[in-house]
């Protein structure tokens, strides 16, 4: 769905069976990767966002680790918070996380149910963080929909 938006899709996973272009055709990059060698694989910048997904505990803790020592503007794990909040507690920061770049669980609050409804809401999201926009409802909105209106 990301790539219905136009955006680069990177898939990352460090089993050779789960990331092949065969099961993400859309992807841009599909990578095999250990967690300590997936970030100078990648290119940071402001519209960069991390998706934490493989069901893989270890793998992204281990990934986690890694990303919180980024200026990626956008974490999130699948899940629920009390697995985020373990997987911080796990790290044992020694200094405090920027919770504004961290999300857990992931998505706005949609009533999504299958694979595809929770990625729109993963997706509607990110939009959001990146934009700094409200997530609320457009009946809602004082201002108008549109920059240029």
Not at 63 to 70: E, I, Q, S, V
Not at 96 to 107: A, D, K, L, Q
Not at 110 to 131: C, D, H, M, P, R
């Given at each position: 769905?990301?790539y219905l938006l136009g955006w680069e899709v990177t898939v990352i996973d460090g089993r050779p069976a789960?990331?092949?272009?065969?099961?993400?055709?859309?992807?841009?990059?599909?990578?095999?990767?250990?967690?300590?060698?997936?970030?100078?694989?990648?290119?940071?910048?402001?519209?960069?966002?991390?998706?934490?997904?493989?069901?893989?505990?270890?793998?992204?803790?281990?990934?986690?680790?890694?990303?919180?020592?980024?200026?990626?503007?956008?974490?999130?794990?699948?899940?629920?918070?009390?697995?985020?909040?373990?997987?911080?507690?796990?790290?044992?920061?020694?200094?405090?996380?920027?919770?504004?770049?961290?999300?857990?669980?992931?998505?706005?609050?949609?009533?999504?149910?299958?694979?595809?409804?929770?990625?729109?809401?993963?997706?509607?999201?990110?939009?959001?963080?990146?934009?700094?926009?409200?997530?609320?409802?457009?009946?809602?909105?004082?201002?108008?929909?549109?920059?240029?209106?």
């Open positions: 769905m990301a789960h990331a092949t272009l065969q099961r993400f055709p859309n992807a841009t990059k599909v990578l095999v990767s250990k967690a300590e060698n997936v970030l100078p694989q990648i290119q940071i910048d402001g519209q960069t966002a991390f998706v934490l997904m493989t069901h893989n505990y270890s793998y992204d803790l281990e990934l986690l680790k890694y990303l919180l020592g980024t200026n990626a503007p956008y974490i999130g794990t699948l899940g629920p918070k009390k697995k985020l909040i373990r997987m911080l507690d796990e790290l044992d920061l020694a200094t405090p996380i920027n919770e504004t770049r961290v999300h857990g669980p992931i998505g706005l609050d949609i009533g999504a149910e299958t694979a595809e409804e929770i990625a729109i809401s993963i997706l509607a999201e990110i939009k959001s963080v990146f934009t700094g926009a409200s997530a609320i409802f457009l009946k809602e909105k004082k201002k108008p929909i549109h920059v240029y209106e």
